[in-house]
């Protein structure tokens, strides 16, 4: 059984695709050197970084992006460290008794008591500080220079105002700084476990993937150069890391999930209306036209049409719905919920009903098609004890669809039709736009190279993100069970 020591490197919506077609070297080094392929969650809905901490999926762990509110009928979205429900990694490293340290893992704030340290990631809708981000809070005291200038995570929110260079600056510091500290901190303390998380692909990409593949990439040629300066920075980290920690440490790269063009949005209400199994209020076409426009206006006429009081307001999410006479509904995430008695204010579907109607429901979506070409609308449409088996499966969607990468299911049923094209964001040198171009995709990415992992020479099968954790283990040699797909992986 292996036992060496092991570092994992995370890059929050890494895709094998982005990386082949902005030419990565580091995954080139890889393939020669280790192994690289796909990996993906069990639906799009789980928090990834938590499945790939805890070996479970989110009916076990508890992350869902989504999670309907269910006095309200809204969605909540938010996760810490302390919101795990299946153990995490960490704490069995740390009962084995081995010594640990991360950095800036997302969905790990506030830090926690290992043998180590434990620096959070912001994110799981939490932007601590730095001080608040560390445990042993001694730790930080006896490395005060090494963190000097350390960047803890580059949210939206905090540069919504700002140029988008200074966000891509921000995050070229901030990788820089990020993979001195990554060596700095296994050179002087050796932890059998060292795992960091940079977030900038996940960043950039939502923001400007218009800019970087789509059809805005030669219209704004100098923001294209300047964000692909961030990815030139990032494979010159990871080389580095490669070149100096593989030979002595497995050496695993992961990512949470992919990456897509955001083309189309699903309103999956609108369509259940449609299906009758939903019942939306009817608007005038008039008012349907105009909400449709002031999505479409540009910021500075909305700012106008704000100035002026005008009759058109933002109409928010589900607002419109009528519950009392809707079987079924749908709030961001793929999938869909059924409007069950005594789970919601309004709840129509009784219990004896359920089953038949859920598979009423599916039967429905199953036969849908793309009114932009005909094809089947959905890839997959089950029932979600098809994917999920733990105590929390009741959190998920009652229905699981799948449909391509590019299309966002939105919750925003003043949308004029099934399938909508996405808003075109404005791209300018002083502000971030304000819509997104890019979104999460369904397969992430893994790669690994060290002492203890094969050469394959190329790329490999679909690798499931509930078998990391087992590998992690297993290669530290505390673990001797199944790893699923990465069984095959260890040299
Ligand atoms: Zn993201």
Known sequence: MPNKKVLIIGIDGGDINVFDRIGMGFLQKLRVSGIAGPIRNATSDDRGWATLLTGTDA??????????????????????????????????LSNAGLTQGYLGVPTTFPPQDIKGFFVSGGGGGKFPDLRDSVYPQSFLEENREMFEDY???????????????????????????????????????NPDLLMSVFVGPDRLQHYF???????????YKDLRNVIIEYYAALDRALCRLIDRFAGERNVLFVSDHGFSEYTHDLNMNLLLHDLGFAKIRRKTPLSAAASFLRKRLSRRVKHWIKSKNSVIRPRPG????????????????RGVWLNTE????????????????????????TGCRNPLDGTPLFTRVINREEVYSGPLTGLAPDILIETRDCYKVTN???????????????????????????????????????????????????YSAISFAPLVKKLLGIFDGDAGEFNGIIS
């Open 412 to 462: 925003d049923i003043s949308l004029p039709g099934i399938l909508t094209t996405a808003p075109a964001p404005e791209f300018g040198t002083s502000r971030l736009p304000a819509a997104m171009s890019g979104i999460h995709g369904a397969y992430g990415f893994f790669s690994a190279a060290g002492p203890d992992i094969k050469n394959s020479g190329g790329e490999n099968a679909v």
């Open 318 to 333: 589900l607002k419109g719905i009528e519950w009392g006479s809707t079987q079924a509904f749908s709030n961001m995430a």
């Open 209 to 219: 993937w218009r800019i970087i593949f789509g059809k805005e990439s030669e219209r």
């Open 151 to 189: 960047i803890l995570d580059c949210r939206y929110r905090t540069y919504h105002d700002s140029a988008p260079s200074r966000l891509v600056n921000d995050l070229i510091s901030a990788t820089k700084k990020r993979t001195e500290v990554i060596s700095g901190l296994i050179t002087k303390y």
């Open 342 to 365: 005594g789970d919601y204010p309004s709840g129509v579907v009784k219990s004896h009903e359920y089953i038949q109607m859920r598979e009423k429901i599916m039967a429905a979506l």
């Open 59 to 92: 009916s076990w762990h508890g992350g869902f992006y989504w999670i309907p509110d269910r006095a309200q009928y809204a969605v909540s979205d938010s996760f810490t460290s302390q919101d795990y429900k299946s153990e995490p990694l960490w704490r069995t």
